[in-house]
């Protein structure tokens, strides 16, 4: 370990002085709180909140669907009940849950002390929470979304769908993805940067890995959903015609954008769970995990594979065979390294000698139900059965097989072990058992009958259906099932609280696990490790007995918070050897503040409060310019000592400190959304019905020409500002002259040059690629004059120049996004124009 | 060749998927270009001629890749060096069995209508 340099304090005083620099007051700083463990719990808790209302909405669908002509709901009530239950289910428990479990446990696996970025977790908590409230406000109000959570068009567009219903699921689905995105970027800088000293790539835990891809995996997944609900917002509220057959769009596009996103989900939701297998399998079964190089290939694989075959839930739709053997033979390709990982496992299992116990009861009702799902899984994605099977009972059973098996039973093994860590006491056997069983049987009694009614012919989405049809008494059974399930959930959450409740505490680390988040108390402190560890073997084959007490006497790296700051270490992304010291912001109320402005601005949207939406977003901005404040240092501070003789430089001071990923992400992330806003055009121009328009979205060349200049000039001048810092206010004027110019060109060539954009898709897609790059522009001008303000403050200096940095890549995007947009109209002109002829 | 260790993984996906967009594009777009031209069959020569070239020099590059992959695997490394390679190599092999696997059917599918 390493020696300390430092004055040793014993770790009882350790302890206190950490606390008093990490931790959270109770009382109404809670509200502020950005530490990882407490953001973490309460992300599960309010996930599982929502697991309980969408299981409401299931049983009142089971139980009107259990006999036939039921009287129990009518058909809007059942509508807003599906549509409610898929939507929370998909958006607001499954993948909320597992960022929680992300957000809480990945540091610990990590050895570290907290994620990239607390106050995001924070803002990323209460857009969550504020969005997913909305949903259940318009539910209670009757004002439900209820044209199904995948809202195809025209079902959702404005001539079936005129209430507010549509709105809300678009806006509020949209403001909770915010979280999903901003809890992508914090993983990724997470897992890549904030690692122990000596963890390189090869010496990850298992679900480092797994996250790592999920998120990458969430990156380019959101964003064309997000395109997809603004351009169909767009459409209902401004009558900008996307989906709109009569004027050149094309309810398509809205399948191939949310499938686009919406297989990828799937394996968002699945694989954070098989990380979970992953990492509690091997303490279970006594053996290693089997074949860790395979699984991280494999893991590879998924990811790109599951995006080529979203078109797969669109067999129906009437698609050329040669597409369409392209999606089917990636949906069944995908299956191979699905099973290497169910083979890595059962290697585990047959090296070692499994002990029985509640989770590993949970992992072999994960397996059977898991396997059931992708069987009938392989069965659908035969074009010819599924053109048989679509949309009956048949694919909600196999859904359900996948969804409940492949995350719910993993995540209830997961939380079986991971709760001794959360409390620090161990479970009350007993009832464990009983309710396994209940949630088991109940859930393939329900899930099972479907599968015959579905074979039967019974649609899904029906709330009725005639005597004669015969499929009452299966639908009886399965809702019997659901009742038995139902309690058996019940009993499961009466066992947590009783956990709590009466658990005995007892040694630290009850699997005998060999990973890092055993190194440390149970429940665990405010700050994880009382001084950080390095490490020397792969993360999941530790000994964290050992190391806990080591580390907790403070032999590690940062033991001595003699600087009264939240610190950590920051590692070469590759090596893992120790770079920089990240110094954290303290705890703040402006997240929930910034989240409450931008909840506002979604309700403005909502309420076609138009007037109001300028405002919001402005303060939206302004309050996130207030962030900055925090962690930003005056003068330069110089090389930290860290421990072990070691010194580093703080991350303010070095060439890529987090937040310079996240840009990198977060650009990423906006690219993606550009490239599926112009993958839709082309899209449009290829299949819509009603092309070529009668009038071509034309403009001069002037403004184009005048827009692309100044957008070079921004990304020059932005260069030179961060070359030259600190002297670089005119330089960051130049560029902020130079967006301003480009905005202004973009937003007048989208508003007043184009014919106008409710005549057809051709203009109107032509419209949203101009104001899509106007926007970033004026955001551009934003950056820098922030970048000016910071000098002005003294934030800046030859070393600290990061705030620079980050302006050089947003203009740098915004130049190659921008050069897009203003050739855009010249291409989609010619398109519409010659070629269709 | 490639140096970021997580790009170098990446790359033979990467690839993989790069062919996938340009195959569906080229399809979409001939298709859209052809209406007229299109056989009852639901084909049109040029634009199989097309995919079927772009086909085989993808297959070509991507099995080409994986087994330089696999000589660079098997020089002898230790740690995260070996480790980047080895997983490296898998993820070229799934794209040389992912490319013909999913590609495959642009020379004897039927190209446009359905
Ligand atoms: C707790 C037990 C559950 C029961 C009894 C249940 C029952 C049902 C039923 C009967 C339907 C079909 C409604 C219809 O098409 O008429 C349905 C749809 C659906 N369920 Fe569940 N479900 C449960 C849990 C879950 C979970 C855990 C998830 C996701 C993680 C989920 C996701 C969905 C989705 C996405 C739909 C499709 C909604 C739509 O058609 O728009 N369900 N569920
Ligand atoms: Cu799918």
């Excluded at chain 1, 001539?159 to 915010?178: M, Q």
């Excluded at chain 1, 505490?505 to 149970?522: F, K, S, V």
């Excluded at chain 1, 860290?642 to 703080?650: A, H, M, N, R, Y």
């Excluded at chain 1, 600190?726 to 480009?742: E, K």
């Amino acid at each position: 370990m390493i020696e300390e340099d430092m004055k040793q304090p014993s770790p009882v005083a350790l302890h206190k002085a950490l606390e008093r620099v990490w931790g959270t007051p109770p009382g109404l700083a809670r509200l502020a709180a950005v530490n990882h463990n407490i953001l973490g719990k309460r992300f599960m808790l309010t996930a599982l909140v929502f697991f309980a209302v969408g299981g409401l909405l299931a049983m009142l669908i089971r139980t009107q669907l259990a006999s036939s002509e039921s009287a129990f709901m009518d058909a809007e009530q059942y509508a807003q009940s599906f549509t409610m239950h898929g939507s929370i289910m998909m958006f607001l428990f499954a993948i909320p849950f597992f960022e929680g479990v992300a957000i809480y446990l990945l540091p610990k696996l990590l050895g570290t002390r907290d994620l990239a970025f607390p106050r995001l977790t924070a803002y990323g908590y209460w857009c969550y929470l504020f969005g997913g409230g909305t949903l259940i406000a318009a539910l209670l109000g009757g004002v439900a979304p209820n044209s199904g959570w995948f809202m195809y068009p025209p079902l959702s567009s404005n001539s079936y769908s005129p209430g507010i219903n549509s709105d809300v699921w678009l806006l509020a689905i949209t403001f909770v993805e915010i979280s999903a995105l901003s809890a992508a970027i914090e993983i990724m800088v997470t897992v890549l940067k904030l690692r122990a000293a000596g963890m390189s790539l090869d010496k990850m835990p298992i679900f480092a890995w797994y996250m790592l891809v999920v998120a990458a995996m969430m990156l380019v997944g959101f964003p064309p959903l997000i395109i997809g609900s603004v351009l169909l917002e767009l459409e209902r509220a401004f009558h900008l015609p996307f989906f709109d057959p009569s004027r050149g769009g094309d309810p398509l596009l809205w399948q191939h954008l949310f499938w686009l996103f919406g297989h990828p989900e799937v394996y968002i939701i699945f694989l954070p769970a098989a990380g979970a297998i992953s990492t509690i399998l091997p303490p279970l079964a006594g053996a290693p995990l089997a074949g860790y190089r395979m699984i991280v290939a494999a893991l590879v694989a998924m990811a790109f594979l599951s995006f080529g075959l979203w078109v797969h839930h669109m067999y129906a739709a009437g698609i050329p065979h040669v597409a369409l053997s392209f999606f089917s033979a990636a949906s069944a390709l995908v299956a191979v390294p699905t099973g290497i990982q169910i083979f890595a496992w059962l290697a585990t299992l047959a090296q070692g000698s499994a002990r029985f116990s509640v989770p590993m009861l949970h992992m072999f009702g994960f397996l059977c139900t898991f396997v059931i799902g992708g069987l009938t899984g392989v069965m659908l994605a035969m074009v010819p059965f599924d053109l048989q099977a679509h949309d009956t009972h048949f694919v909600v059973a196999h859904l359900h097989y996948v969804l409940i098996g492949g995350f719910v039973f993993p995540m209830l093994a997961a939380t079986y072990y991971w709760l001794p860590h959360l409390s620090g006491r161990q479970p009350v056997q007993h009832l464990s058992y009983a309710a396994f069983w209940m949630v088991f049987i109940g859930f393939n009694v329900t899930f099972f009958a479907m599968h015959l009614t579905g074979l039967r012919g019974m649609p899904r989405r029906i709330f009725e259906y005639p005597i004669e049809s015969g499929w009452e008494t299966l639908n009886f059974i399965s809702s019997m099932g659901s009742f038995v399930m139902a309690m058996g959930f019940a009993l499961v959450a009466l066992d947590f609280i009783l956990l709590f409740r009466f658990g005995r505490r007892r040694r630290r680390n009850p699997w005998g696990a060999g990973t890092l988040e055993w190194a440390m108390a149970t429940p665990p402190p405010s700050y994880n490790f009382a001084s950080l560890p390095s490490i020397e073997r792969r993360a999941d084959l530790l000994d964290p007995d050992r190391l806990g007490s080591q580390l907790a006497s403070g032999k590690g790296y940062l033991g001595a918070p003699n600087r009264g700051r939240m610190e950590l270490l920051a590692v070469e992304m590759i090596s893992g050897n120790p770079e920089h010291v990240v110094r954290l912001p303290r705890r703040t109320f402006l997240p929930i503040w910034t989240a409450a402005a931008t909840g506002c601005f979604f309700l403005s949207l909502l309420f076609k409060l138009y007037w109001l939406t300028p405002i919001t977003f402005a303060s939206v901005i302004l309050l996130f310019l207030l962030w900055s404040g925090d962690t930003a240092e005056k003068t330069d501070v110089g090389d930290l000592p860290v421990g072990g003789g070691l010194k580093l430089p703080p991350h303010g001071e070095t060439a890529r400190p987090p937040s310079w990923w996240a840009m990198v992400f977060a650009l990423a992330a906006d690219a993606t959304a550009f490239i599926s806003l112009l993958f839709g055009c082309f899209f449009l121009w290829v299949s819509a019905p009603n092309w070529p328009p009668q009038q071509l979205p034309q403009v001069a060349l002037a403004g184009p020409a005048i827009a692309a200049i100044a957008l070079l000039v921004a990304a020059w001048a932005g260069r030179s500002a961060a070359a030259r810092s600190p002297d670089a206010i005119g330089w960051l004027a130049l560029t902020g002259f130079a967006q301003l110019v480009a905005a202004a060109t973009l937003t007048w060539l989208a508003v007043a040059a184009l014919p106008d954009p409710r005549s057809h898709a051709a203009v109107s897609s032509v419209f949203v690629v101009l104001a899509y790059a106007g926007l970033r522009s004026g955001l551009g001008m934003v950056i820098s004059g922030y970048g000016i303000w910071r000098i002005r403050r003294g934030y800046v200096s030859e070393r600290r120049n990061v705030d620079l940095r980050l302006g050089v890549l947003w203009h740098d995007y915004s130049a190659v996004a921008g050069l897009a947009a203003a050739g855009f109209p010249f291409v989609m002109a010619s398109l519409a124009g010659e070629l269709s002829r | 060749m490639i140096n970021n260790p997580l790009m170098s993984i990446m790359a033979g996906l990467l690839l993989w998927s790069v062919v996938f967009v340009v195959l569906y594009g080229v399809q979409a777009t001939g298709c859209h270009l052809a209406e007229d031209k299109v056989s009852a069959l639901g084909d049109w020569p040029g634009l199989r001629a097309t995919l079927t070239a772009l086909f085989l020099v993808s297959f070509a590059a991507v099995v080409l890749f994986y087994f330089l992959a696999r000589r660079r695997h098997r020089r002898p490394d230790t740690g995260t060096e070996a480790f980047r390679r080895e997983v490296a190599m898998h993820v070229w092999l799934a794209a040389a069995i992912a490319t013909p696997f999913c590609f495959g059917g642009v020379v004897w599918l039927s190209l446009c209508g359905t």
